[in-house]
């Protein structure tokens, strides 16, 4: 593991046992290369991913601060990083429901920008949490960019095997979220009421070089919390 | 305004009027440098600003390029910037419910790190989307940083006041979101039916030296749509 991940180990350790909590200053960038024995550059690297991943906030002039703690059990659509991380505090079960190579209809076409002969891996998920339905998932994988997929890597996670097994890293994804009803089938499924309320996350996901590699219809039942971090572009 | 800001918005014009579409490769940064007659840093800072804003991505070593032409009517929850210019295409109405001061209670006093005696304001807002019942607000904001209100900058966008009057830039806000129903006193407010679904979403607006100065809590009828932006933090 590189070490600049090594030293966000440890620091959000720190932060999750409480050793530091909000508003706590971090020690100085001097301070830090001392500690972790690391160089300046390795240490801003810690800290700017800290600081996207809501850990900390910076400062200009200042330094380095504990950021509140997040809430448990929440899903953040800043950072992608797959629903098993998300919900690892959880017993998250997946079913797969459907595996096939098919032909994208307009809906698809649009949203990752392929042709009506290009090849689309179509999965359809069920994931429960302490064995009660938590989400419905149809999603869309561009075959060119992700070449195999079976059951056993559906019924794990899909995200791990793109990064372990592709070599494949999102670079940054678009969310689209509303609220929905269920339809029979889906209400049967997650045993709910038909016509129950849930939340549609529609999602894109993109390779770094801007190419959609991924799109995800996800209905969640009404218990999933959504955890988003906003920016003021206003002095970036 | 500020040379990367214009910049930016001649950037922005280009891309909405489709004359440069996804995938397109914005000009060179020395083109740019040429084009606006502006210095390296002042370029740099501009296309930064249009990556977090998403209309942009940047690939190392290969250039900026378009991103996908964002959906419109959506709430970019990303970018803190006020609900009047998330709807700026449509006919949004405010209208102020109640405005006191108050003191905390222990929710308030937990999301916005004030004491028992601190005073705040709390603001209660209807809001209505072509004379249609849109979302209901209460919020709370830290007397000590938002030193006035009145039913006059509450009706219009607190936000462009904190930001123009007061002179009080958001730095990052935490966004949650959970899925909740009407009761009747809600229900009445928006013309719905009593138990309707509607989307809750709890918002903490921070300065930039992270001190919490408003926290909110909006209710969402159903029609409402959210956009979020997703990075991948692996390589950041």
Do not use: C, W
């Amino acid at each position: 593991m590189p070490k600049y991940k090594v030293i966000i180990q440890k620091i959000i350790e720190q932060i999750e046992d409480k050793k530091m909590k909000q508003g706590d200053k971090l020690p100085s960038i001097e301070n830090l290369m001392d500690i972790f024995n690391a160089g300046k550059n390795t240490i801003l690297k810690a800290l700017n991913v800290l600081e996207k991943q809501a850990y900390i906030y910076q400062v200009a002039g200042s330094g380095s601060f504990v950021r509140k703690s997040k809430r448990s059990g929440y899903i953040n659509l800043t950072e992608s990083i797959g629903l098993k991380d998300h919900l690892s505090a959880f017993n998250l079960e997946t079913k797969m429901l459907d595996l096939q190579i098919i032909k994208p209809d307009q809906d698809i076409m649009d949203n990752l920008n392929v042709d009506k002969d290009d090849d689309i891996y179509y999965v359809k998920r069920l994931r429960s949490v302490n064995g009660k339905g938590y989400s419905i998932e149809e999603s869309y994988y561009v075959k060119s960019v992700v070449l195999y997929l079976n059951q056993e890597i559906v019924e794990d996670s899909i995200f791990k095997y793109l990064l372990e097994n592709l070599n494949i890293e999102p670079g940054f994804t678009d969310h689209f979220m509303t609220l929905e009803t269920l339809n029979k089938t889906e209400s049967d499924l997650l045993e709910l009421e038909d016509g129950s309320p849930v939340m549609l996350l529609e999602s894109i996901f993109f390779l770094k070089d801007g190419t959609p590699f991924n799109y995800s219809k996800v209905l969640y039942q009404q218990d999933a919390q959504f955890f988003v971090q906003g920016y003021s572009y206003l002095d970036m």
